[in-house]
Structures are given as C-alpha cells and as structure tokens.
C-alpha cells in the first residue's frame, strides 16, 4: 500500500519554463513532507520541505505547495534549467512516531528532464 | 566539512552470505538511517540509530541489523542474503533525531546478491 504517491513517473520541460512535480498522500498522520532530488550514482539531496501548520513554503527557485484537505503537495521550480534534471521524491514522515524517529515514507519519484 | 561517507560503493555476494556495510556520519550529526532501494522503488526505512541505540525500525526482518559507534558512525549487517536484498543501500545522517532536521544522505552502496 503505497502511502505516498508520485503517479507521474517523468516530466520534461523547456528550459526557462515552470516544472510542477505532484506528490498526493493517504495517512492523515503525515505532518511533515520533504522533497529530495537524486542524481545518478548519488544520494538523495534534500531540497525543500514543509510543516503541516503551513500551506507554502519558498526556497529560491523551489516553492512547496501543501493543501491538507486534498492531502497533496506539490514542488514548483521557477525557472527550470538544465542542471535541475534529476529524479526528485517526495517524502513525509508523521513526528509524532514512537520514539520520534526519522522514518520517512518515500513516493517512487519523478523522472524530470529539462530540456535547453 | 565532511559529508557522508559509505563503503564500499558496489558488492557482490552470494545467496546465504553475510554482509556488512559501513558508513561515516557528517560531522556534529548524532542520529543516522539506512534506507533500502530496490530498482525502480523509493527508499524504504530500515532502522535508524540515536546515540548508539536503535531507535526506531522498518518492516525489515531481524536478519537486518546495525550498529552505531560512539564516533556516530554506523554499519549495517544482514545475514543469510536473500535475491531479493539486491539493492542500493543508503545511509543518511541528521543533527538530531527530530523531523526538521533534514536527512544527509551518502551516495550509498550497491548490493548484488547472486
């Protein structure tokens, strides 16, 4: 039961242009989500994330989108450029987990191409 | 300032083997994760130790285990190798233990087991 989900598995857009990656969620619990970017033969790089007590939150060219009542978010990335190709994933994790450990449940991720 | 380290990069075992897999965490981090990735999938949470103890555990099986060492680095062990734990494995390090601190990630280490 995939409890974050990314259902486009690739995006391409023209450089200069806006890239908006969707990430829907079904466990009312999450109120913490992060977007990572992967490049090849490397870990996930954390990018961005949000709070649920927020509906948006703004880092330079990436902007997080939260709407609890649709549980979903999405990252917009303004412009898009040719460095910025990469799969990116969407993650969430609930704080209030026994223990208060990190366990992030992670969506299969976006392929994103950015094309000059 | 040093990122996260894991070794070896690639590895090739057999079914029924052993393995271990190490990782250095970043500098002033206290807590790290290992995460499996299967092909095509995201990562999946094993465990994740806070100063030394487990604190807190994925649908993994017992045959997945760790340690964390008083210098906070870490590794990994699995026992009786199975085809399915063919994987990247990746080890994260964070601050604390808390959900804002974000997750550094090292470039993680290929399983093959055959």
């Known amino acids: 039961d995939q409890q974050v989900k990314q259902n486009s598995p690739s995006l391409s857009v023209q450089e200069g242009r806006i890239s908006i990656l969707n990430c829907d969620y079904t466990?009312?619990?999450?109120?913490?989500f992060l977007w990572y970017k992967k490049y090849p033969a490397e870990g996930p790089t954390f990018l961005i994330s949000?709070?649920?007590i927020k509906d948006k939150n703004e880092d330079g060219r990436f902007t997080v989108f939260l709407n609890k009542s649709a549980k979903h978010l999405s990252l917009h990335i303004v412009p898009s450029q040719p460095g910025d190709s990469a799969v990116y994933f969407c993650?969430?994790?609930?704080?209030?987990?026994?223990?208060?450990?990190?366990?992030?449940?992670w969506g299969l991720g976006t392929s994103l191409a950015v094309n000059p | 300032e040093t990122g996260v380290t894991q070794s070896p990069t690639h590895l090739i075992k057999t079914r029924g083997q052993q393995v271990t897999l190490r990782c250095s965490s970043q500098?002033?981090?206290?807590?790290v994760s290992w995460y499996q990735q299967a092909l095509g999938q995201g990562p999946q949470f094993i465990f994740q130790?806070?100063?030394?103890?487990?604190?807190g555990r994925g649908n993994f099986p017992p045959r997945f285990s760790g340690l964390q060492f008083p210098n906070y680095s870490s590794e990994l062990n699995v026992n009786a190798l199975e085809l399915d734990d063919s994987a990247l494995y990746l080890c994260?390090?964070?601050?604390?233990?808390?959900?804002?601190?974000?997750?550094?990630f090292g470039n993680g280490t290929r399983l093959t087991v055959t």
């Open positions: 994260a390090s964070s601050v604390d233990r808390t959900a804002n601190s974000p997750l550094h």
């Open positions: 500098s002033g981090h206290n807590t």
């Open positions: 130790y806070y100063r030394e103890e487990e604190n």
């Open positions: 466990n009312s619990m999450f109120d913490y």
């Open positions: 949000i709070s649920s």
């Open positions: 993650a969430a994790s609930a704080m209030r987990d026994a223990g208060n450990n990190r366990k992030l449940i």
